[in-house]
């Protein structure tokens, strides 16, 4: 029997077994925007003064955030098992530490 390159050959004794797991990857990245201080971020306190509405605050900072000129850094990256598990869908490969000695 003829092997592809790398490709382990394995007699029935030496036969593994191993479980598949779908697992996600969340990475989690951070920018600094400057917002302009507007009208439509401020509003009047009770007491007279003029302070920085929250919310309109943030929704700007995100909508400005969005811009392609933006530099995103990565902050944090992590592994997680997926919390919803399924079959593999057709068309997608799983990756097999046996099979790929080295590589992980």
Same mark, same amino acid.
Request: hydrophobic share 35%; with cysteine; proline share 6%.
């Given at each position: 029997?003829?092997?592809?390159?790398?490709?382990?050959?394995? &007699?029935?004794?030496?036969?593994?077994?191993?479980?598949?797991?779908?697992?996600?990857?969340?990475?989690?990245?951070?920018?600094?925007?400057?917002?302009?201080?507007?009208?439509?971020?401020?509003?009047?306190?009770?007491?007279?003064?003029?302070?920085?509405?929250?919310?309109?605050?943030?929704? *700007?900072?995100?909508?400005? &955030?969005? &811009?392609?000129?933006?530099?995103?850094?990565?902050?944090?990256?992590?592994? *997680?098992?997926?919390?919803?598990?399924?079959?593999?869908? *057709?068309?997608?490969?799983?990756?097999?530490?046996?099979? &790929?000695?080295?590589?992980?």
């Amino acid at each position: 029997m003829r092997h592809a390159a790398g490709e382990r050959h394995m &007699s029935e004794d030496q036969r593994t077994y191993s479980i598949a797991l779908r697992v996600r990857r969340v990475t989690y990245e951070d920018a600094y925007v400057a917002v302009p201080v507007t009208s439509e971020i401020t509003k009047k306190n009770e007491d007279g003064t003029v302070g920085i509405n929250p919310e309109a605050f943030f929704a *700007e900072a995100i909508r400005i &955030s969005q &811009s392609p000129r933006v530099e995103w850094k990565i902050e944090t990256c992590q592994a *997680e098992p997926h919390p919803e598990q399924q079959d593999m869908p *057709e068309g997608r490969k799983k990756f097999d530490a046996f099979y &790929s000695a080295g590589e992980a």
